[in-house]
């Protein structure tokens, strides 16, 4: 088997020990579109291998200024492609991929698959409820809320326990155009609210 150069890379920035954690780490995705995208290949560049991608979409021209996709993959779905990039960039990675959407009837036995989520959906109602289950099942849960636009109020991060909230908590995409800066700002701080978990317990 040819040499990982990405787990080569990162030996040195990060002690074995931290590695191994990133390694072992098991993170749900619920989302694979700008949020979800971005976030994935940040945390696989920063040493996670293992992913479970759930989305029901397919990648679309309208997709391609702020998510990790190319004209290669429009027609494809966002979890297949998403899945291919991160293997891509690590061959070793464990990505498992579910092309459907959380709904009420499924949720519980997707949040039990994972300890890490990262909830990176469009809706509120489907935010809150994976949210809300995931926070009942004693998992731990980064969510975003409010990236459109441009400019604007500053990202906040905030801390609740288990669950780490992200964004400026206003600007709605479907009201603001969802623009690649503060798409991937946001994403950005799900990640790091990610690794905070793996790394420290804290987000």
Same mark, same amino acid.
């Given at each position: 088997?040819?040499?990982?150069?990405?787990?080569?890379? %990162?030996?040195?920035?990060?002690?074995?020990?931290?590695?191994?954690? %990133? &390694?072992?780490?098991?993170?749900? !995705?619920? *989302?694979?579109?700008?949020?979800?995208?971005?976030?994935?290949?940040?945390?696989?560049?920063?040493?996670?291998?293992?992913?479970? =991608?759930?989305?029901? /979409?397919?990648?679309?021209?309208?997709?391609?200024? &702020?998510?990790?996709?190319? @004209?290669?993959?429009?027609?494809? +779905?966002?979890?297949?492609? %998403?899945?291919?990039?991160?293997?891509?960039?690590? +061959?070793?990675?464990?990505?498992?991929?579910?092309? $459907?959407?959380?709904?009420?009837?499924?949720?519980?036995?997707?949040?039990?698959?994972?300890?890490?989520? =990262?909830?990176? $959906?469009?809706?509120?109602?489907?935010? &809150?409820?994976?949210?809300?289950?995931?926070? $009942?099942?004693?998992? &731990?849960?980064?969510?975003?809320? #409010?990236?459109?636009?441009?400019?604007?109020?500053?990202?906040?991060?905030?801390? $609740? #326990?288990?669950?780490?909230?992200? #964004?400026?908590?206003?600007?709605?995409? =479907?009201?603001? +155009? @969802? =623009?690649?800066?503060? !798409?991937?700002?946001?994403?950005?701080?799900?990640? /790091?609210?990610?690794? *905070?978990?793996?790394?420290?317990?804290? #987000?």
């Amino acid at each position: 088997m040819s040499e990982n150069v990405l787990r080569q890379g %990162l030996t040195r920035y990060l002690s074995p020990a931290r590695l191994e954690a %990133l &390694r072992a780490a098991r993170v749900g !995705v619920a *989302g694979a579109g700008g949020l979800g995208s971005n976030a994935v290949l940040m945390l696989a560049r920063s040493g996670v291998e293992h992913f479970l =991608l759930i989305d029901d /979409d397919v990648v679309d021209a309208s997709n391609l200024n &702020r998510q990790q996709f190319w @004209p290669r993959h429009l027609g494809r +779905p966002k979890v297949e492609a %998403l899945a291919e990039l991160v293997r891509e960039l690590n +061959p070793d990675a464990r990505v498992e991929t579910c092309r $459907l959407r959380i709904d009420a009837a499924n949720v519980d036995g997707l949040v039990a698959r994972c300890p890490l989520w =990262l909830e990176a $959906l469009d809706g509120a109602a489907d935010k &809150r409820l994976l949210v809300e289950r995931a926070m $009942l099942s004693g998992r &731990r849960i980064a969510s975003a809320s #409010g990236m459109g636009g441009f400019g604007g109020k500053p990202m906040q991060k905030r801390v $609740l #326990g288990n669950l780490v909230l992200v #964004g400026d908590f206003e600007t709605d995409i =479907l009201e603001y +155009p @969802p =623009l690649a800066p503060r !798409v991937t700002e946001a994403a950005a701080l799900l990640a /790091d609210a990610m690794l *905070g978990f793996i790394l420290t317990g804290v #987000g």
